[in-house]
């Protein structure tokens, strides 16, 4: 037990020092919900919905936005680890790997997580969506979807980390894998929208399966990447 | 280490061009269907590529896992050369299921589940190849066998996913429940050209490994030299 909480508390202090490192720099969050903005603005450009349109576009939106967006913060996960050698420093410590992909992956899915916080909001705003009772059911997919979202993101983060051209690459890879993902994210945020047909739970359970195989999976396969 | 199977891959060549050949006459000559007419002769390409893409992934993640397990290099090679042979297979797939749909559905493209899977699968296959020539060598073997371990994981799950999203394809002949639903004269090309193809993955798989590994030898006697060069200037 004391072991348990002593890798829990490893992985907090490896996420904590993530993102306040990032908030104080005001490096990857701030550039991330300007991003968000930004794919709003563009969508509202170049479709032009109606109020009723733009009820039936908002959960695709939302996703693409926060698949987008999230591609941003997950090209500086290891950005800090890149230099001196934080990387060889971190793996030094007394943790097992999958430790550390907790920690990593913390620090990823709080960053997200406060991006979406703003991001939702302002789209009903910006849309003229009148959904502000169902906010916490939507909140509620949100989460679902990127508990794997990130695990799966930061795991491919690590993989990428000294590839070239990482970026496009990361996106080549993530977009495909998480495909079940944004299919159904959008369902359900549709279904709990009320655009969408009635039903959420066979989407909210697609969620529950997707995020079950990448948390397993995810500081599996990290411990293989990160080996010497 | 696979120069050494040369004699087995003359052989898997030339039984794969008479099985081609008997295959595809088999298919030109067989009856109109019912209902598709002779386009029905596409699927005699169509559906063996398809498996043959299909069975490429699986060949690439149990080479992935010898990767992992054994640290092999002849399995990082073969890995290798199943990515670039399925991502072939994929590639046919599509192309052919395009030119039937068109007289078939009327349009080229239907988002469908098996269409959406399989472009799905041949996007990983190209992530992979990606991965592999933006990565060190030294650093490549494991991070693809990884990659491609998580597309086995991920696949079924895309698959289950798109099919819930939406379905519109015929469903599958070769389904265990419904039994086999086709006619005898137009099955046994379908049969002969999903050997064929069999053995053409393999052939491919092999020829394709034969020119990695001599390319890596290529480039590990060009980095020998160089690091001699050097030497010969500093001493």
């Not at chain 1, 794919?39 to 959960?59: C, G, I, K, N, S």
């Not at chain 2, 933006?134 to 491609?148: C, E, S």
Request: one cysteine or more.
């Amino acid at each position: 037990m004391t072991e348990l909480m002593r890798y829990l508390r490893g992985a907090y202090r490896i996420a904590w020092k993530d993102v306040v490192g990032d908030l104080r720099r005001r490096a990857t969050l701030s550039s991330m919900i300007f991003f968000a903005v930004s794919v709003l603005v563009v969508f509202q450009m170049a479709f032009e919905p109606t109020r009723q349109e733009a009820l039936r576009l908002l959960p695709g939106l939302l996703w693409i936005t926060v698949l987008f967006t999230s591609l941003v913060g997950l090209g500086r996960v290891f950005q800090a680890e890149e230099e001196d050698g934080a990387l060889e420093g971190l793996l030094l410590s007394p943790m097992p790997r999958g430790v550390l992909f907790l920690g990593k992956w913390w620090g990823n899915l709080l960053l997200t997580l406060l991006v979406e916080l703003c991001l939702v909001p302002l789209m009903l705003v910006l849309f003229n969506v009148d959904a502000w009772m169902r906010l916490h059911l939507v909140f509620g997919v949100l989460l679902l979807g990127t508990l794997g979202l990130t695990a799966l993101g930061v795991l491919l983060a690590a993989m990428t980390q000294t590839a070239r051209s990482r970026e496009t690459l990361l996106a080549l890879l993530l977009l495909p894998l998480v495909a079940p993902l944004l299919v159904a994210g959008v369902q359900a945020t549709g279904a709990v929208l009320g655009s969408h047909g009635p039903d959420a739970t066979p989407w909210v359970r697609l969620l529950l399966v997707f995020d079950g195989v990448y948390l397993v999976m995810a500081p599996w396969a990290f411990g293989w990447l990160v080996e010497e | 280490m696979l120069a050494r199977w040369g004699k087995i891959e003359i052989w898997l060549g030339a039984v794969t061009l008479i099985l081609l050949g008997a295959g595809l006459w088999l298919a030109m000559t067989a009856p109109a269907d019912f209902q598709q007419g002779y386009s029905v002769r596409i699927l005699y390409v169509h559906v063996p590529s398809a498996k043959m893409a299909l069975l490429s992934y699986l060949f690439l993640t149990g080479c992935s896992i010898v990767v992992l397990w054994k640290k092999s290099e002849t399995a990082d090679v073969l890995a290798q050369a199943s990515v670039s042979v399925g991502a072939a297979f994929s590639v046919v797939t599509l192309a052919s299921g395009a030119i039937w749909g068109k007289p078939m559905w009327g349009v080229w493209w239907a988002w469908d589940a098996r269409l959406t899977s399989m472009l799905v699968l041949l996007i990983i296959y190209v992530g992979l190849m990606g991965l592999r020539s933006a990565l060190d060598p030294g650093k490549a073997a494991k991070a693809t066998a990884v990659m491609a371990i998580i597309g086995a994981v991920d696949l079924p799950i895309i698959h289950y996913s798109v099919t819930m999203w939406r379905t519109l394809h015929q469903p599958a002949s070769f389904s265990k429940t419904a039994g086999i639903s086709i006619a005898g004269p137009l099955l046994i090309p379908l049969v002969v050209m999903a050997v064929a193809f069999i053995c053409l993955g393999a052939y491919m798989v092999l020829v394709k490994a034969r020119a990695i590994e001599y390319e890596r030898r290529i480039e590990a006697l060009e980095l020998a030299e160089e690091m001699g060069h050097e030497e010969m200037h500093h001493g």
